[in-house]
């Protein structure tokens, strides 16, 4: 496993913090303070970092505190995909909407909004993102506190790699809704190394910065 390196990671304005590695048989995000159930699953693996299993399993608020998705944010997830693309693979998924999924039967990066308009297509295909850890961000800027209209962009980074790549833009944001879920029931995205939340929109060098900080170099 490469060497985490905390320095790196930006913390301004960081409001959700979880890592598979801190996983003692409770979830608990260690910013904000939300309390968090794994429905199935195992611990894996990949590329030397631990990972959650959630092929065919979810993690999902159970209580503690709650976060609300403002007008502008970022979410960041380490991740290999599942390979099967039969069924979505649902990213992070709030009480509406889902701010990063793949549509079923396909390769398709996206978002979807349950609230105006279903999938939306960044024009991404993950076929060449299939092999290791990804890094897989999604800025939002919504048109207010509470919109579902706005632009969520979408980067990915490779494990290893020195810099994120802009992949494209969807025209719905899932602004005003709660942190619910990442990944759904039989809709997994993979194996989970490392969540993150800002209630701001990353600048493009400290996505690389958190690229480099790799999986293990959040608190």
């Known amino acids: 496993m490469s060497t985490c390196q905390p320095s ?10 979880i890592r598979a590695d801190n996983d003692n048989g409770q979830i608990v995000d260690s910013v904000t303070g939300i309390q968090i159930r794994k429905t199935g699953g195992g611990i894996s693996t990949v590329d030397g970092y631990r990972c959650w299993d ?28 599942r390979s099967s693309d039969s069924g979505w693979r649902t990213v992070m998924r709030p009480s509406n909407d889902h701010s990063v999924i793949i549509r079923s039967g396909t390769k398709d990066l996206g978002m979807f909004s349950n609230r105006n308009g279903e999938f939306r297509d960044s024009r991404y295909d993950i076929t060449n993102d299939m092999s290791t850890l990804q890094l ?23 494990l290893g790699s020195g810099s994120v790549t802009r992949r494209g833009t969807s025209d719905r944001v899932v602004s005003g809704t709660t ?34 900080a790799t999986p293990t170099g959040g608190p």
Not at 8 to 17: A, E, I, R, T, Y
Not at 137 to 145: C, L, P
């Open 54 to 81: 959630l092929d065919n399993a979810y993690l999902e608020r159970s209580g503690g505190s709650q976060l609300t998705e403002g007008q502008y944010y970022t979410h960041a997830v380490w991740l290999k995909w």
């Open 8 to 17: 790196l990671f930006p913390k301004d304005g960081l409001v959700f913090s």
């Open 179 to 212: 942190w619910y879920r990442l990944g759904w029931g039989g809709q997994g995205p993979g194996k989970v190394a490392a969540a993150y939340e800002w209630n701001r929109v990353l600048t493009i060098p400290e996505m690389n910065s958190l690229l480099k």
């Open 136 to 158: 897989v961000i999604v800025t939002g800027e919504g048109n207010s506190a509470t919109s579902n209209t706005g632009t969520s962009t979408f980067y990915t980074g490779a």
